[in-house]
């Protein structure tokens, strides 16, 4: 791997910033949340198998699909992918999450988390 000039011995935030990257955190959330408007989108492969309970009303403050965070007595499952996404999706805006496509649902998507996270 070649290094960058100037950049050597610099932290890993002057790093990204220099780059134009987004941390690895900011990045595995970005994926989660197109990966749950995939399965939002195209449903599920059968009966049983939604893990989220969706709540579509016009009444919910915030985007208007929000999902229902379930609770376990186990720390365990509170790092499970539908535990880890429920907040971040419900605090996005109603205009991302009605995305009619997914490449706009992306760019959306992206402008959000430039400006929430």
């Not at 990966?35 to 893990?51: H, I, K």
């Not at 208007?64 to 535990?83: N, P």
């Not at 991302?96 to 992306?106: G, M, N, Q, R």
Request: aromatic share 8%.
């Amino acid at each position: 791997m070649k290094m960058v000039k100037d950049l050597e011995g610099k932290p890993y935030e002057v790093w990204l910033k220099s780059l134009g990257l987004c941390s690895l955190g900011k990045r595995r959330l970005r994926g989660d949340l197109i990966a749950v408007y995939n399965f939002l989108t195209r449903g599920s492969r059968g009966p049983g198998t939604n893990p989220f309970s969706l709540v579509t009303s016009v009444r919910t403050q915030g985007n208007g699909m929000r999902l229902c965070q379930g609770s376990f007595k186990l720390d365990i499952r509170k790092r499970f992918f539908t535990q880890r996404v429920v907040g971040c999706w419900n605090r996005l805006p109603r205009e991302v999450v009605t995305a009619p496509s997914l490449t706009e649902f992306k760019k959306r998507l992206d402008n959000a988390l430039r400006h929430m996270v």
